[in-house]
């Protein structure tokens, strides 16, 4: 903060820095904890005439939740990073720029760089198949209905799509959508919003995770309706991540780097039980196969990978590890495939490749 006075004095604090001690303004460095600072300034010619200002600093908000920016993305039969390169699956305009039905190398779009965000949708026969968030909030949207990449949204601050496009623009409300068709709920002041795994229409559920790490869920993805909105997980706290891995099962991280598992199969009374193995994790992710199916991925405190899947009761298996990936550092996964991103900046891919997914130059 800035402080003045109407004569050159000596300044003083009790608490915080001063960026100079003398002169008529003067720079306050406040105490980044908080509290009560009190200012003296003294007259230069008469050491005993003095005043006082008291002022109250308010701690600042502290999140438990990080805000998202997935730099890649794993979609349905394909991926996108944020260069911005596509591959794979190219039957709605997928892959910006490329004619070709399969695109099995990542082709580089020059007209977008240096995304902050990218999603992919888990779906095919989408509105929208894949957004870009860019650094200076603008979102941009292609395939499906948009052949080339196309500005829908500004000011934005976080977006994501996986089985619906979801997004916040920093103002303590959500966005949701199941293609173009923005919907609103002012209720929910969240910090992080994600849509989660599809239900019987394909439209997707939702998970809203609170700046308090706290947990909501809905089954449906772009109902503004109250009625129909996300319920809260009662109990559920300090959580920092929401993945999906069936219809009706999300798996939430804990600060402390355990997991468990929400069920909402119970329509509005989720409730979540801890996962056995589930512990040191850093980063998880995990999606629906189809009848029930589900698998995923753990990205340990050490950089190492392991997997899980659903087993015959519907509850994830104890992670195993997999071979071959060390010093991963975030993982995107879909029903066909998934990509690791490790520390240096390589991106390994990793599961099916009928449709090039894996962006090897094969199918």
């Not at 994501?160 to 923005?182: E, I, K």
């Not at 071959?324 to 520390?343: K, P």
């Amino acid at each position: 903060m800035i402080l003045s006075a109407s004569e050159e004095v000596n300044w003083s604090t009790n608490a915080g820095t001063l960026g100079s001690t003398r002169g008529t303004r003067i720079v306050l460095e406040a105490p980044r904890n908080g509290g009560t600072v009190t200012i003296t300034v003294q007259d230069l010619k008469d050491a005993t005439r003095k005043a006082f200002a008291v002022v109250q600093v308010a701690a600042p908000v502290t999140s438990t939740v990080p805000w998202r920016t997935h730099t890649f993305a794993a979609g349905a039969k394909f991926s996108a990073d944020g260069s911005l390169w596509t591959w794979g699956l190219n039957n709605q305009f997928q892959v910006p720029g490329s004619k070709a039905g399969v695109v099995s190398i990542a082709l580089q779009n020059e007209a977008l760089s240096g995304m902050a965000t990218v999603g992919a949708s888990g779906y095919l026969n989408t509105d929208i198949t894949a957004v870009a968030l860019a650094k200076n909030g603008t979102l941009w949207a292609w395939g499906g209905d948009h052949p080339t990449p196309v500005a829908i949204d500004r000011n934005i601050r976080y977006a994501g799509y996986t089985y619906c496009l979801v997004g916040t623009a920093g103002d303590g409300q959500y966005f949701t959508s199941s293609g173009n068709a923005r919907t609103t709920n002012p209720q929910i002041k969240e910090a992080y919003v994600t849509s989660v795994q599809n239900d019987s229409d394909g439209s997707g559920s939702l998970a809203v995770l609170s700046q308090d790490g706290t947990v909501a869920v809905s089954a449906f993805c772009a109902s503004s309706d109250l009625e129909d909105g996300p319920v809260t997980v009662d109990g559920l706290t300090h959580v920092t991540d929401v993945t999906s891995i069936d219809e009706d099962l999300s798996i939430a991280l804990r600060q402390d780097g355990s997991a468990v598992l929400i069920d909402n199969t119970h329509y509005r009374q989720p409730t979540f039980r801890d996962l056995a193995g589930f512990n040191s994790i850093r980063v998880i992710a995990s999606a629906g196969q189809g009848d029930h199916a589900g698998c995923g991925f753990t990205i340990m405190q050490d950089g190492t990978v392991r997997s899980f899947e659903l087993d015959d009761s519907r509850v994830p298996t104890v992670p195993v590890p997999v071979p071959g990936l060390a010093n991963i550092v975030d993982v995107s996964i879909t029903g066909s495939h998934a990509l690791f991103l490790r520390q240096d900046g390589t991106l390994f891919a990793l599961g099916l490749n009928s449709d090039g997914e894996l962006g090897n130059g094969i199918t």
